[in-house]
């Protein structure tokens, strides 16, 4: 399929779910905002499961290059600068949306029953936490690194989660701030861990 039409059939999906909620979007309702036959959708997608699928995909690239694009524009290769980078990321302009987050909620809920749904959840988050363990495994011992990894990985799906349950929306800056608050406590444990030590050492 031509980019620009998977593109303009993606964002029909993501305003339709916005709009209707999962179960009352339909392949009429997305072909109709899209501009084209519902066949269509059909064909290349195989129906509205591909379609939440590929809409997904598209989604975490973009979540992906967010990150990706903080990353190689850091000044240097400190382990707490590439972990606000990552949080930063997560709360990036592509990923908190109206349309977007209610694509998320429809997406995890989905994930619960439709295995190639689970399969790409599961992939996104042993990303998240993969790239936070290496980053913390710089700063801490093996299992604190992977306590702190697990530990600011949830931070950052409930913060995203109550923002986008909440009626107001979310606070970008609040929820970064919070989860930078938990990164440096994790952080500061290793400062502590060597203080004790020597301590002892003497």
């Given amino acids: 399929m031509e980019p620009i039409r998977r593109r303009q059939l993606i964002k029909a999906t993501m305003e339709a779910i916005d709009e209707a909620g999962l179960a009352d979007t339909t392949i009429v309702r997305i072909a109709r905002r899209a501009g084209v036959s519902a066949g ?12 939440l699928e590929a809409t997904m995909r598209q989604i975490l690239s973009d979540l992906g290059e967010a990150v990706t694009r903080r990353r190689q524009a850091l000044p240097s290769d400190s382990p707490r600068d590439h972990l606000r980078a990552i949080i930063d990321g997560n709360f990036d302009r592509s990923q908190v949306s109206q349309s977007v987050m209610k694509t998320w909620l429809a997406f995890w809920a989905s994930s619960m029953h439709k295995r190639d749904l689970q399969r790409l959840q599961h992939v996104n988050d042993r990303r998240l936490y993969s790239n936070l363990c290496h ?58 861990t060597r203080q004790t030590t020597v301590t002892t050492n003497d």
């Fill in 40 to 51: 269509i959708i059909s064909h290349y997608f195989g129906g509205k499961d591909g379609l």
């Fill in 135 to 192: 980053q913390f495994r710089h700063c801490l011992a093996k299992e604190e690194a992977r306590q702190a990894a697990r530990g600011l990985a949830a931070m950052i799906d409930g913060l995203w989660l109550r923002g986008a349950m909440a009626p107001e929306g979310l606070d970008v800056d609040r929820a970064r701030g919070l989860a930078y608050d938990y990164l440096d406590t994790q952080l500061a444990r290793r400062t502590t």
